[in-house]
């Protein structure tokens, strides 16, 4: 059966600090997909990254980046010099083939000025 | 390019009456689409998926159903709202295969008096 953590339920920075999101998944599937998404305080959620079992390259996007790392089924995401505009719900997602998505519980950011 | 349509964007409701939130996906055919709730600081509740007209799924047992009448458009409805119903309602699609990220509406703020 699909699951997802995401054990910290709040975080809160300051501004310009580095912050780390966990997302840990559990799967019997080889063949299966992650994402990130973002809620802001707006509501919509937004995606971020899609990454496949099979890619365990690292990701940067700016001052965003991702960790995946199947020996501990986590895939981990770090905003690098925060800002308030990431203050937000961030969700990690699992969907293994031929499945709808499992959702963590999410993680509410708040960065602080 | 994809865009969903998802409205009202707020509602109230009395307890007991009607309900009707409406979906459409332009620019893609034979979309997988979704509906989630979102209580309060909560995750996300999948409630329904259809993976084609007239092709429902639910998920979770309650008072509110929905429908398929065409290819694009996904409708959540309720015959008699509860208070419990009050929430966050999001509509979603994706283009088939796990692999594709699910992209989200903007969501109805649902409250029920």
């Known amino acids: 059966a699909q699951k997802v953590t995401q054990a910290q339920t709040e975080i809160s920075v300051v501004e310009k600090e580095d912050v780390t999101l966990d997302c840990v998944y559990e799967t019997r599937d080889t063949t299966y997909y992650l994402f990130w998404y973002k809620q802001p305080p707006s509501g919509e959620l937004v995606f971020l990254i899609r990454r496949n079992s099979f890619d365990e390259q690292n990701e940067i996007s700016g001052r965003y980046s991702w960790n995946f790392q199947k020996s501990t089924s986590s895939f981990n995401f770090t905003i690098t010099a925060s800002q308030v505009v990431d203050s937000a719900v961030y969700f990690c997602?699992?969907?293994?083939?031929?499945?709808?998505?499992?959702f963590g519980p999410g993680t509410r950011l708040s960065v602080l000025p | 390019s994809q865009t969903i349509h998802q409205w009202p964007a707020t509602l109230v409701q009395p307890v007991g009456s009607p309900l009707s939130l409406e979906c459409t996906v332009e620019g893609t055919s034979n979309p997988n689409l979704y509906w989630y709730r979102q209580a309060a600081g909560r995750g996300l509740q999948l409630l329904f998926y259809s993976v084609g007209i007239g092709q429902i799924s639910s998920e979770v047992p309650q008072n509110l159903s929905a429908s398929r009448p065409q290819d694009r458009q996904f409708i959540l409805s309720s015959k008699k709202l509860l208070l419990s119903d009050s929430g966050f309602y999001l509509c979603?699609?994706?283009?088939?295969?796990?692999?594709?990220?699910?992209?989200f509406g903007d969501g109805t703020r649902l409250s029920i008096l």
């Open positions: 997602a699992l969907s293994e083939y031929g499945q709808n998505f499992v």
């Open positions: 979603a699609w994706r283009q088939g295969n796990s692999n594709q990220p699910q992209h």
